[in-house]
Structure formats: C-alpha cells, structure tokens
C-alpha cells in the first residue's frame, strides 16, 4: 500500500479537529478549489466544509504515527539515563494518537498503519496501548480516566527493557536460557521506573510487573494465577501477543492476523478467557470486507467469519466471480492482509 494511502484516513466533516491536516485537494461541483491538499484546518474550514453538505474528506495522520514514535524513543531514552518520567508526559505522548483510536472504529487499519522492522520496539510501544484501549472497550470500559489509564499501562508495559543490555535486547535469534532469565528482569525494572516518580498508582505498576504472567500459573515474574494478577495486566498480556506475532521482526516474520487470533483461541487456557473472546470476536468483526493474498497468489475479499474456522473465512475472489471456502481447501491459506 502506497505509504500516502496508508497514513490517511477518511473522516465525516462532523468529526474534523482544528488540527487536522487534508490529504486530498478538495473542490467544489463546479471544480473551483475549496482547499488545498497540506492545509491545517482551523475553525473556520472546518465550517466552511460542513456548509459544503455533509461529506466524506481525507485526513493526512502521518504525522500523528511519526510524533508518537518519537516520543516514544525520547521516553525510552530518558528510562534508559535514569531519569524521571512522569504520567503527564506519557498522557502528552499518547494523546493524539488516542484521538485517533476514538474516531477509527476499525482498529486493524490502525494496527496496519504502523509496521515496520526497523521500528519494532517503539511500534510495538504505541500499537499495545492502541490494542489495549480499543480492547477495554470491547469489555465494556465506559470511563474516559480509566481507559487512558489502561493505554498508558500498555505504553509503558516495555519500559523495563531500557534497562536491559541491547546486545541481548537486540539479539537477532532465540535467547539462551541465561538471556532469557536477564530479559525476564524487565518487568521489575519496569515497576521500579513507575515507582520513582510515585504517582502512576498500584494499577499501571501491577500492569507492568505482570503483564508476562498466566492464568494458568506458567507466567512470570511470580507464576501468579487467575484473579491475583490485575484486571490492566490481562488486558495488556493479550495486546501484546497479538501485536508481537503480527509483526514483522529482524529474526521472524510476520503472521497474519487470522492465524494469531486462532493461536490465541487454542492458548486461551493461559490467558483470560473472556478477553481472549471479546478480543477475537471484535477483530474478526473488524477484519470483515479486507483484501487478503492467499498461498496460491489470487487476491479476495473477506466476506465471512467463523469463531470456530478462524483462519478459514470465506474469500469472494477478485479475478473471478467465485467464493471460496477455505475451510475445504487445506491447499490454499492467507499469505497476508493487504487492505484492512
């Protein structure tokens, strides 16, 4: 996808924002240009839009993707140096780019838009709270403080590894058992960052410290089960299942989104089943109608999905005039989404 077609977005002139920036020259019937394509909106085009008729525009966000990974490094960096970090700078951070999760009901084409090898670990920083927020939602969360609060437990969940050595963080391969138990320590340091400025609150510290531990009791730090580990942390373990399969690593490739959320149905024993279930059942939701590429090379569109046949939906096939069911076809799987 052209990068100017992924980092838009198309936006009802009701929901615009002063701020906001138009993607695409905007013009009236009679062709006369309204607005060119790079404009901020203030107030007054915002107005002078919504007397056009009520319409459909086009958003440039590149910018809100590309701030927040930024500001991600710099909160990374200052952990690293030791330096205080504190809820106001993160909720600055986060912000905009929660703005936009508010306005985008597809949260798949919000996960799309940032995915990039390079750029993994502050991706992955922004993508858990994005997941997270969306996925407190889904549960039922209806209050504004609290679902900030459970982004910023996803932000932050990674914070700990700023203190990790980087040749074991950046090891492009399986840890050795010793690295593996160093790497475990992140979670711990986490905490520690949380709790030198004081005033996140026991809730983002508890979703920091286990946010690696299980249901089951397989997890880690403490192999805590069930209700002992916090509502914030559960929430926060799915997310970052999820993104770090989905994503494209230095030592791995990416899975497509289907096959994760069926590896989160068949593991749902570690992880809590309830969220586990809201979460795929609104991703499949939110993944009806995208453009997939299947082994074979042909391109379709999702037309329906099964709870119980997740990776298996069925493919109206773009070439031809034919549905597939995939489900009979162990022949033929999605190799990747390409348009959400």
């Known amino acids: 996808m052209p990068i100017n077609e992924l980092y838009t977005k198309k936006v009802d002139v009701d929901n615009l924002i002063p701020g906001d920036i138009i993607a695409n020259d905007i013009y009236l019937t009679n062709g006369a240009l309204v607005i060119r394509n790079g404009t901020i909106l203030s107030d007054r085009h915002i107005e002078a839009l919504q007397r056009m008729g009520k319409r459909i525009v086009t958003i440039d966000i590149r910018n809100v993707y590309i701030n927040a990974v930024e500001d991600s490094k710099i909160i990374m960096k200052k952990a690293e140096d ?9 909720k600055t951070a986060i912000s905009p780019i929660l703005r936009e999760v508010k306005r985008e009901r597809n949260v798949s084409r919000l996960l799309l838009e940032l995915q990039s090898q390079d750029e993994y670990t502050f991706q ?5 709270g994005v997941i997270s927020l969306s996925l407190a939602k889904w549960m039922g969360c209806t209050d504004n403080d609290e679902l900030v609060r459970i982004a910023m437990a996803g932000t932050l969940h990674d914070i700990g590894k700023s203190r990790i050595p980087r040749p074991i963080l950046r090891k492009p391969g399986k840890l050795t058992p010793g690295e593996f138990e ?5 979670v711990f340091f986490g905490k520690k960052i949380l709790e030198k400025d004081g005033t996140y609150g026991s809730d983002l510290e508890c979703a920091i410290l286990q946010h690696h531990e299980r249901i089951d009791g397989t997890g880690y730090p403490y192999g805590l089960k069930g209700d002992q580990i916090h509502s914030y942390a559960k929430i926060v373990a799915v997310a970052d299942v999820y993104h770090a399969l989905t994503s494209k690593r230095v030592y791995k490739d990416k899975v497509n989104p289907f096959r994760v959320l069926e590896h989160l149905k068949k593991n749902i024993d570690s992880l809590d089943t309830e969220i586990v279930l809201t979460f795929i059942d609104n991703m499949l939701n939110c993944l009806l109608g995208c453009t997939v590429e299947l082994s074979n090379g042909e391109v379709g569109k999702v037309i329906f999905t099964d709870r119980d046949k997740i990776s298996k939906p069925l493919i109206k096939l773009e070439d031809r005039n034919e549905v597939l069911q995939l489900g009979e ?3 033929i799987a999605i190799s990747d989404i390409l348009v959400v």
Not at 82 to 90: M, S
Not at 124 to 128: F, G, L, Q, S
Not at 182 to 186: E, Y
């Open 82 to 90: 030791g330096k205080n970090i504190t809820p106001e700078e993160v």
């Open 329 to 331: 076809r162990k022949d």
């Open 124 to 128: 992955h920083t922004i993508n858990i």
């Open 182 to 186: 160093i790497m475990k320590k992140h």
